[in-house]
């Protein structure tokens, strides 16, 4: 996989979910022993995080951002539901022209 610098510098970011439970976003790849591109905590965490591999391809990185806020938001929800959700959020958003662009 090609590594795209890019993501690497984005500012951490925080937000609440619907239950007001409050994560931070932080660009950085999951441990290896995971095996996965993106993490996110449980809501019944502490200090909840949700990880994103900064490395990723455009497209995967929408979708692996997607998936993970889709998990702090509804974690009841099996993985299944919501990689299919994750994959045709970011489906959608492309064919509507989104493309990331990093402010200067």
Do not use: Q
Request: charged share 40%; aromatic share 12%; glycine share 2%.
């Amino acid at each position: 996989m090609k590594k795209n610098k890019k993501y690497s510098n984005l500012p951490d970011i925080t937000f609440k979910n619907a239950d007001k439970i409050e994560y931070r976003i932080v660009w950085k790849e999951p441990r290896k022993s995971y095996k996965a591109s993106g993490l996110c905590d449980s809501p019944d965490s502490k200090k909840p995080e949700i990880w994103v591999d900064p490395n990723l391809e455009e497209k995967r990185f929408l979708e692996v951002l997607a998936e993970e806020m889709c998990h702090a938001h509804m974690w009841d929800k099996n993985e299944k539901t919501v990689r299919r959700f994750a994959f045709n959020l970011k489906k959608i958003l492309y064919k509507l022209g989104w493309s990331h662009k990093i402010k200067k």
